[in-house]
Nanobody, 120 residues
């Protein structure tokens, strides 16, 4: 009933930038908090950034000052602008959203993930 589709990953040099996008579609009534997570090889998935429906944002300490999360409520999209990328930012990045459906049920939804590789 709901799909989250990410785009924008790729290979970038250290110090470079990437912009990830995530679009939610389906039988959506409301989207509450949206977030980006990441999972590096051999590590647990970790929270990168969150943004509420009124655009209050929070960030993991490891990305503060380098990453910016933003959303467009009219388009049901969230983006993650990543600057000053470091090799340790290499991971699969996942979009996450807390969504109430038109049926009024509410759940936690995930995208399929997009690979970000920071390497020289």
């Amino acid at each position: 009933q709901v799909q989250l589709v990410e785009s924008g990953g790729g290979l970038v040099l250290p110090g470079g930038s990437l912009r990830l996008s995530c679009a939610a579609s389906g039988s959506i009534r409301s989207i509450y908090t949206m977030a980006w997570y990441r999972q590096a090889p051999g590590k647990q998935r970790e929270l990168v950034a969150t943004i509420t429906s009124d655009s209050n944002a929070n960030y993991a300490d490891s990305v503060k000052g380098r990453f910016t999360i933003a959303r467009d409520n009219a388009k049901n999209t969230v983006v993650l602008q990543m600057n000053s990328l470091k090799p340790e930012d290499t991971a699969v990045y996942y979009c996450n959203a807390d969504i109430r459906l038109r049926t009024l049920s509410r759940g936690d939804y995930w995208g399929q993930g997009t690979q970000v590789t920071v390497s020289s």
